[in-house]
């Protein structure tokens, strides 16, 4: 059952005959009122790492509810051909933004060059060459996040490079990540 809040959105995405751009989907995204209780059917949770939980797939479009519990972080990857916008329903998001080094493995490998806190309510936009690493930063609470991928979800998936930077400091803050 689509939700009551996400039919208006449902309506146009269906009748699209190409994939969506990005500005569209952001704008989408920046106008809709959806809460967690509107989203009650997917928000379902794992232990081991975040989940996605599909609302829609449509011909040139798909909508997945994310739950990431305190912690939990996607793979480093880009969408490879599809637009991807996401907006905060719950908690606080941390994107991390990385470029590739140029040197692969049996993986393409990057290195972080910029972080960016999103809390709630907040809508972000990539495009398919964006590389990034979405992480549920807080220790207590969890993380919901609509997505709408158009054409629907295709990604590659990355590694971080053991031979780059294991810190760098944007904006004067430090992250530190794992290999």
């Not at 994310?66 to 916008?85: A, E, M, R, T």
């Not at 910029?114 to 979405?134: F, K, N, Y």
């Not at 207590?140 to 979800?153: E, M, N, R």
Request: aromatic share 8%; with cysteine; charged share 20%.
């Amino acid at each position: 059952m689509i939700p009551p809040a996400l039919q208006s959105l449902f309506d146009y995405l269906d009748s699209c005959q190409e994939p969506v751009d990005l500005a569209r989907l952001e704008a989408l995204l920046k106008t809709i009122k959806v809460a967690r209780k509107d989203l009650a059917d997917y928000v379902q949770f794992n232990e081991g790492t975040y989940r996605r939980n599909r609302v829609k797939l449509g011909s040139w479009y798909e909508c997945l509810v994310l739950c990431w519990k305190p912690g939990q972080k996607s793979y480093i990857h880009d969408h490879q051909g599809s637009s991807c916008c996401f907006k905060v329903i719950e908690g606080t998001a941390k994107e991390i933004i990385c470029a590739q080094t140029g040197r692969t493995t049996d993986m393409p490998l990057v290195r972080p060059i910029d972080t960016r806190t999103l809390p709630q309510g907040t809508v972000c936009g990539s495009l398919a060459a964006h590389i990034h690493e979405v992480i549920n930063p807080n220790d207590a609470c969890d993380l919901i996040t609509l997505h709408i991928y158009s054409p629907p979800l295709n990604m590659r998936i990355y590694a971080y490079d053991d031979e780059a930077q294991e810190s760098f400091c944007p904006q004067g803050r430090v992250l530190e990540y794992s290999i």
